[in-house]
């Protein structure tokens, strides 16, 4: 006779290969009531809690599991990815490495783990963890992914380009599920970057669900617009976008913010929380939670200040929870999602001629798409302070490691060796970067002082110290963005590398915007060639200083009620647009 609690558990085991996951954990929570050691019940209950986000139910399902069965090491990997997402990575450590003592080659371990070696910026070490992943299981999807991330962040250029045509071949037959966030630095092949994020979004395996907005017209006085975002906190997203969502136009518009990440008490999140007239904090909700919420709110547009970067919501945006949902901001990029109907963006980074290269229908805003939000700047340090050499020429480039390719190397160390005295000032980031940019100066003729690594601070201090470089020297195939804007408000000019996709394009927008189209070049060469004359022509770089000055304040870039006006043109037009047009 089959005892109650394993009739509930094979009713819940049936609910659950069939998708009824409610039912399901009504079953597993009736079995282990019947049965508490019942670790297979606690660790599948964590699974359906870990799929809808509620990442904290999901640990306690875990940790039930394991207090009952220490070396199971399925539940030990499942909490080590549950604790990823609460940012506990020590933990998640610990339960990883625990996971593979008992089964070495435990695929979701060896994943996660090199996952936490990544985020804690330990990516010599999260290479070795990719590569003994794909030692482990060749076929992973991830591994590739991971090793060029991890490689690109340690400028490790021999490892890119020996796993880049694999790289390439796995996107596009889609056997390589690569993060199309890191992939803009790798590729601007536009083609393959739109095969890219949709590989993406077919990994999640969101399926047919029925749409929460079911062709509803709301009567709204004003048109409801939320802005959702998992990085309302210390992160460039809401350092751009807070001057705008505060001056929106409050008579046509009502506004509403959803955070889905981190709440780090930072001044501004207090900030950004202020700036909507309606806040709510979502962290650790499930989609379909926060999707519900968009749809009794009657959200007339949804705008997705992530995409693919981490904490995503494409499993909320496929719930259609809005009439219009559109992707701004936080990925440089197409989504790949046919959940998002607009983009917004201008004719220089997405002209008309790439519509074929979008999942979604590009608005082009006038003059620049990117938001700033600006006050004036700190007082400069001196150059001692900051690090620097007392004389010399300082060129500068604080963009991320991983957007430093070789071919752009070669053309800083030419520009050292042909300017004596001069040094390239760096954003610092880990040991392993700057030990490997370090020997191959060296190996280039340049002495290991003339880079100099600036340690990160506030963003305020970082703008602050940014007039004692001399030229900004912009990253291709993907561009500086905030740092570019940085660089113009702060007042020091910037030449740009403009590349064939919307990333690599970002910078000769903001130039355009600004009145500074002299600084755009259209190959490495010119670049190179622009930036020496620069260099070396005292006259001309001040003028062009000078004219940087005037421009800051008499042309598009940082005039943001002039944005703010197109944008609220841009989501009326939307609004207005017919119903099923995308």
């Not at 330990?122 to 003994?132: M, P, S, V």
């Not at 669900?209 to 939320?226: C, F, M, Q």
Request: glycine residues 6%; neutral net charge; aromatic residues 8%.
């Amino acid at each position: 006779m089959t005892a109650p609690f394993e009739q509930a558990y094979r009713d819940a085991l049936a609910h659950h290969r069939a998708g009824r996951l409610a039912e399901a954990d009504r079953l597993y929570a009736q079995a282990v009531a019947l049965k508490p050691d019942l670790v297979e019940a606690h660790n599948n209950r964590g699974a359906i809690r870990q799929m809808a986000g509620d990442w904290a139910a999901a640990l306690a399902c875990y940790d039930a599991a394991v207090r009952f069965r220490p070396d199971y090491a399925e539940a030990l990997a499942n909490r080590g990815n549950v604790l990823i997402q609460l940012r506990r990575y020590d933990e998640a450590m610990t339960s990883f490495d625990a996971a593979l003592a008992i089964t070495p080659g435990r695929a979701s371990a060896l994943n996660g783990r090199a996952g936490v070696l990544f985020k804690l910026k330990r990516f010599e070490e999260a290479l070795a963890a990719y590569d003994r992943l794909r030692a482990a299981d060749p076929k992973n999807p991830y591994a590739l992914g991971g090793m060029l991330i991890a490689a690109m962040n340690l400028c490790d250029w021999a490892k890119v380009e020996a796993i880049a045509p694999d790289v390439m071949a796995g996107i596009a037959d889609g056997t390589a599920v690569v993060p199309p966030f890191p992939f803009l630095g790798l590729s601007d092949d536009k083609a393959l970057q739109l095969k890219c994020a949709r590989n993406a979004i077919a990994e999640l395996n969101l399926g047919a669900v029925t749409p929460l907005w079911r062709g509803e017209t709301y009567k709204h006085d004003r048109i409801r617009i939320a802005y959702i975002s998992s990085d309302f906190c210390q992160h460039p997203v809401p350092l751009l976008i807070a001057r705008l969502i505060e001056s929106q136009d409050r008579a046509r518009f009502e506004v509403l913010g959803f955070s889905t990440g981190l709440n780090d008490a930072s001044p501004i999140r207090a900030r950004i929380e202020k700036a909507f007239d309606h806040f709510h904090d979502m962290q650790g909700q499930p989609a379909q939670r926060i999707a519900k919420l968009l749809r009794q709110q009657e959200v007339d547009i949804l705008v997705d200040l992530t995409g693919h970067t981490e904490g995503d919501h494409f499993e909320i945006l496929n719930m259609r929870p809005c009439p219009i949902q559109v992707n701004w901001l936080g990925y440089p990029g197409t989504s790949g999602a046919a959940s998002l109907d607009y983009i917004l963006a201008d004719g220089v980074v997405a002209p008309a001629a790439d519509a074929a290269f979008f999942s979604e229908e590009i608005i082009q805003l006038p003059h620049c798409y990117f938001p700033t939000s600006y006050d004036a700047l700190l007082p400069a340090p001196s150059r001692a302070a900051a690090g620097l050499p007392p004389d010399g020429f300082v060129f500068c480039s604080f963009n991320n490691s991983w957007k430093i390719t070789r071919a752009m190397f070669e053309v800083w160390m030419r520009l050292l060796n042909a300017v004596p005295g001069s040094v390239l000032w760096l954003l610092g980031s880990s040991s392993g970067f700057r030990d490997s940019l370090t020997r191959k100066a060296a190996a280039r003729g340049i002495a290991p002082e003339r880079l100099v690594f600036a340690p990160r601070i506030s963003p305020e201090q970082n703008l602050g110290r940014q007039p004692l470089a001399d030229l900004v020297l912009d990253t291709s195939p993907y561009n500086g963005h905030m740092t570019t804007s940085d660089a113009l408000w702060a007042g020091v000019p910037l030449v740009t590398c403009a590349g064939k996709a919307f990333a690599g394009r970002v910078a000769a927008s903001q130039l355009t915007a600004i009145g500074m189209g002299e600084l755009v070049t259209e190959n490495l060469p010119a670049y190179e060639t622009l930036a020496l004359t620069l260099a070396q022509d005292p006259a001309l770089l001040k003028a062009t200083r000078e004219k940087l000055a005037r421009n800051r304040h008499q042309t598009p870039l940082f005039d943001i009620p002039l944005l703010v006006q197109n944008v609220e043109k841009a989501f009326i037009a939307m609004q207005e647009a017919p119903r099923g047009n995308r």
